[in-house]
């Protein structure tokens, strides 16, 4: 039995290759998954551009599931051979964050994000996971591999976005960009009840997915000013919410212009940009418009995970709709080269684990 695996790693920036690496090993609190299925996400494109600051060699991926290889002396609610769920934030569950019950910032800001971040990601054959009794998450048999991994990262993001929204039944809300997060966000805003989903790209397949995720209005921002665009649908009012999920300077202004006084802008796009947030100070209400601002980045453990393959589970909606294209992990290097490049009408590639 070998003692070695394959591994995307950063090679350099700007460069991704596959090495061998060592299988790891758990620790007491740890356990080691043999992956099945995993994603690439636009984050890790932005990484691997020096959007946040890895050493070389660094395994990419924080969007897997698979199969309990190995568990440590102390983790007893998981057994090897189970089907498991992995969120991108892993926390310990025990700082003064994560008591607090903000576990996307276990022990500092972003902290929960280790896989890549602070250590090896889980873009290889086999990977780690902290403090395995919370982190991780049985696959109920009634959803596929395919459908798993999105709860692992797209899901809880986009949920978390629309989330933050606060939004009350029949309330309208704006979602700017339907990339894989914000179709997860255009999900969780019908799930929760907005009576209008305003949804704002330029892809007409991401327009055919929005619709049929809960979209009633789409906008195409080559048409025209989107801040334009959404009032004239609004008949000037604006919407009661706005979700960015792009990450550029430009989409969080749109955003908070379309708003109607006492709304609240979501942002769950990646700002690697270090161009400082635009404020309008006419559409802030001159700072007296009560307007809510507030990002996040998605929550970890596997009471959230649980619920989210539960929706899946009962029917609720199917997330594998996003996938566009499929890869053996032999040919990981192509399909990272396809997201970094969006080409070929490409929404998000399932790799697959023999």
Known sequence: MTDTMKALVMAEIGKVAVVDKPIPAPGPNDAVVRTTA???CTSDVHTVGGG?????NRTLGHESVGIVHAVGSEVDCFTVGQRVAVGAITPCFECSACQAGSTSHCQGMLGGYRATGARDGNMAEYFL???ANGNLT????????EQAVYVTDM?????????????QLGESVAIIGQGPVGLSATIGCRLLGAGRIIVVDSVPARFDLARQFGADDIVDFTHGDVAEQVLALTAGEGVDAAIEAVGTTRTFDTALRILKPR????????????APLPIDIQAFGLGHADIKIR?????????????LLGLIARGRFDPSLMTT??????????????????????????????
């Open 38 to 40: 995993a994603m690439v």
């Open 52 to 56: 946040i600051p890895i050493p070389p």
């Open 129 to 131: 996971v902290n403090n």
């Open 138 to 145: 049985p696959i109920p048999d009634e959803v596929t591999d």
């Open 155 to 167: 899901l809880t993001t986009g949920f978390m976005g629309a989330e933050n929204c606060e939004l």
């Open 263 to 274: 709304g609240r802008l979501s942002n769950i796009g990646y700002h690697e940009s270090s």
């Open 295 to 307: 990002g996040g980045l998605c929550p970890g453990g596997n009471e959230r995970l649980g619920r």
């Open 325 to 354: 294209h499929k890869y053996a992990f032999a040919d990981i290097e192509e399909a990272f080269a396809r997201m970094h490049d969006k080409s070929d009408g490409i929404i998000k590639p399932l790799i697959t684990f023999g």
